[in-house]
């Protein structure tokens, strides 16, 4: 009698998640520090065109062009003309809104054509749930809006920065917090005794939404205290065809209002992940699955290093080997982040 064959468990061809945090687009108001309780609505921040007689500051390819040339090139003006977005004469302070959805289903795919894959994925971020919950990942997701690492460079170089958390709740605030964002470090995720208890409500809130508890979506609102007439910095947009654009720096803009792309605060909120070789140097980088930071063109969880998420993934799944505490947090917060994940080279 022929005996059957064990199935061995594969990845899906077609394996996608969603992302659980889930921000709008961010936009720009100014307002005075002083008033920043009572001035409302506060004046929107547009971004204008502004042309601008600069200098040839590039590092040339001298070797591909004729010397004579070359002088005569870094000898005229660099004409330009540029986005720009800035606070009133009358406004000092910046301040930037959003808000945020915290998603229940972690680990539930939006697609995949593999039922027994699926199956033992479902179980496996059960097991991790059950036995950690999502404290962890949720107090370093609330540590990232109450210290207003969202802002980015606007965080940079500012007096002052306060962070207001709304939770809504049938459009109405049910729960605030408040933070000092300057209090809060960015190199690591010790918030300061004075301001754990807060921050620690916060993070239950966000847990309790990833684990599908109840509904949560919060409202942001950060004040950067920067100076009157100060630039503010919205994100840049990526103009591929840079034949068919005339500027050489274009800024986001929703509505006519300077903002900031939802998917770079999404890179700030999960900017959680301590758990790779080289942390001391660097501090927290984004959750990516190679680990990557393009700014430093470096990746930080490589294949051959078996840190990504893709071999910790199959490991723990197909292998059943199961990663470092840390590492599941980094898997978890990688699902979280959502992505198409599928086997590769198939369908």
């Not at 179980?123 to 749930?129: F, M, Q």
Request: charged share 25%; glycine share 8%; proline share 5%.
């Amino acid at each position: 009698m022929a005996t059957s064959k064990a199935s061995v468990l594969k990845t899906a061809s077609v394996l996608a998640f969603e992302r659980k945090l889930d921000p709008s687009d961010a936009q720009f108001f100014a307002c005075n520090w002083d008033d920043r309780d009572t001035q409302s609505p506060a004046a929107p921040v547009p971004v204008r065109e502004k042309s601008v007689r600069g200098t040839i500051s590039n590092r040339l390819k001298a070797n591909q062009q004729d010397p004579t040339k070359l002088d005569a090139a870094i000898e005229n003006p660099n004409l330009q003309t540029v986005d720009v977005a800035t606070l009133p004469p009358d406004a000092d302070t910046l301040k930037v809104v959003f808000t945020l959805r915290v998603l229940g289903g972690t680990g539930s795919p939006s697609a995949c054509n593999n039922a027994e894959y699926q199956a033992k994925l479902l179980h496996t971020v059960k097991g991790y749930a059950d036995r950690f919950g999502f404290g962890e990942l949720a107090r370093r997701y609330a540590q990232n809006l109450a210290s207003g690492r969202f802002l980015w460079r606007n965080r940079m170089g500012a007096e002052q920065v306060e962070v207001r958390i709304e939770h809504l709740v049938k459009g109405a605030a049910s729960r605030t917090w408040t933070f000092d964002g300057l209090q809060l470090s960015l190199r690591d995720f010790a918030a300061p005794i004075s301001v754990a208890p807060e921050l620690d409500t916060l993070a239950e809130l966000i847990a309790n939404g990833l684990s599908g508890g109840s509904h949560v979506l919060l409202r942001i609102s950060a004040f950067a205290r920067l100076g009157a007439s100060q630039e503010v910095y919205p994100s840049q947009e990526l103009i591929l065809d840079k034949g068919a654009s005339k500027k050489s720096k274009t800024l986001y803009d929703v509505g006519g209002v300077a903002g900031i792309h939802s998917q770079k605060l999404g890179n700030a909120l999960r900017t959680i992940d301590t758990w790779y070789s080289g942390d001391a140097e660097l501090g927290p980088i984004a959750v990516e699955p190679y680990g990557s930071v393009t700014t430093l063109g470096r990746a930080f969880r490589k294949p051959a290093d078996k840190t990504d998420f893709y071999n910790l993934l199959d490991g723990w799944l197909l292998k059943d080997v199961e990663p470092q505490r840390e590492q599941q947090h980094f898997v978890i917060a990688t699902l979280i982040r959502g992505g198409v994940f599928g086997d590769a080279g198939k369908e």
